[in-house]
């Protein structure tokens, strides 16, 4: 058995934001089959990585890669192309839509017929929009919430809203989900639900990097963690060598940890 797909390349990233150096030469890798999660202080640069790593910020330095193809200076829609899907957040959802219509939004990279097919209604397009259908449906019962899918999103609790949010980057059929800050707002209950789910993705040939503050969330369903400090990398490992690097522990414990 061959090693794992390499997925993401990250070399030597720099972001400043005028005087502020949010990251400041991070170079990591993604592997295919893995959920990785990436922790730190707050004003750490965790998600100015994810932005950086999705296109929606372009870096003042450094490469990156998806699938090994560059995608330093690329746009977020052309990242997406590539096999590249995120959530936010903040739920950024379509809230007088209904939670399937959010959904087949995430499947207009697959899409192939244009306005002129879609307005005559030509066999090609009816086919495509049931299939666009069909994988919008599928995507919400790999979450657990198909039968909600005819709600209005605001109608949904806010738990089912970041669920929704992970269905609609799954309907895109990427090969890896960023994702930022799943857990951020979730019960207990909630958020042991999203572990299990999270688990399954990766299971079914996702692979995912998450941004979370729950430490006990992270380490519990995580394969690697990457730590950063000030925008630099300070650690990168198991969650149980992370966990006890001494950097790690003055990092959020400070000096006299």
């Given at each position: 058995?061959?090693?794992?797909?390499?997925?993401?390349?990250?070399?030597?990233?720099?972001?400043?934001?005028?005087?502020?150096?949010?990251?400041?030469?991070?170079?990591?890798?993604?592997?295919?089959?893995v959920l990785k999660a990436?922790?730190?202080?707050?004003?750490?640069?965790?998600?100015?990585?994810?932005?950086?790593?999705?296109?929606l910020v372009r870096p003042?330095?450094?490469?990156?890669?998806?699938?090994?193809?560059?995608?330093?200076?690329?746009?977020?829609?052309?990242?997406?192309?590539?096999?590249?899907?995120?959530?936010?957040?903040?739920?950024?959802?379509?809230?007088?839509?209904?939670?399937?219509?959010?959904?087949?939004?995430?499947?207009?990279?697959?899409?192939?017929?244009?306005?002129?097919?879609?307005?005559?209604?030509?066999?090609?397009?009816?086919?495509?929009?049931?299939?666009?259908?069909?994988?919008?449906?599928?995507?919400?019962?790999?979450?657990?919430?198909?039968?909600?899918?005819?709600?209005?999103?605001?109608?949904?609790?806010?738990?089912?809203?970041?669920?929704?949010?992970?269905?609609?980057?799954?309907?895109?059929?990427?090969?890896?989900?960023?994702?930022?800050?799943?857990?951020?707002?979730?019960?207990?209950?909630?958020?042991?639900?999203?572990?299990?789910?999270?688990?399954?993705i990766v299971a079914g040939?996702?692979?995912?990097?998450?941004?979370?503050?729950?430490?006990?969330?992270?380490?519990?369903?995580?394969?690697?963690?990457?730590?950063?400090?000030?925008?630099?990398?300070?650690?990168?490992?198991?969650?149980?060598?992370?966990?006890?690097?001494?950097?790690?522990?003055?990092?959020?414990?400070?000096?006299?940890?």
């Amino acid at each position: 058995m061959g090693n794992p797909e390499l997925l993401v390349q990250v070399r030597g990233v720099r972001k400043r934001f005028g005087g502020l150096m949010a990251l400041d030469g991070v170079s990591f890798d993604v592997h295919a089959g893995v959920l990785k999660a990436i922790i730190g202080p707050n004003g750490a640069g965790k998600s100015t990585m994810l932005n950086v790593m999705s296109g929606l910020v372009r870096p003042t330095d450094g490469e990156l890669a998806i699938c090994g193809v560059p995608t330093t200076g690329l746009q977020a829609h052309q990242v997406a192309a590539l096999g590249l899907a995120r959530t936010f957040q903040n739920v950024q959802l379509f809230e007088n839509m209904s939670v399937l219509e959010n959904v087949m939004v995430g499947r207009h990279l697959r899409t192939r017929q244009g306005l002129l097919a879609s307005a005559l209604r030509l066999p090609r397009q009816v086919r495509e929009e049931r299939a666009t259908v069909a994988a919008a449906m599928q995507a919400l019962e790999r979450v657990g919430i198909a039968h909600r899918a005819h709600l209005p999103a605001a109608a949904l609790p806010f738990g089912q809203q970041r669920l929704l949010e992970i269905a609609r980057a799954l309907a895109a059929e990427p090969r890896v989900i960023l994702l930022d800050e799943p857990a951020s707002g979730l019960s207990s209950h909630e958020t042991e639900g999203l572990a299990d789910l999270l688990k399954a993705i990766v299971a079914g040939g996702v692979t995912v990097v998450l941004v979370d503050h729950d430490m006990q969330f992270v380490m519990g369903i995580s394969d690697e963690v990457l730590v950063l400090d000030q925008g630099r990398k300070i650690a990168e490992g198991s969650p149980d060598l992370v966990r006890s690097d001494p950097k790690v522990i003055r990092a959020y414990l400070g000096e006299g940890a």
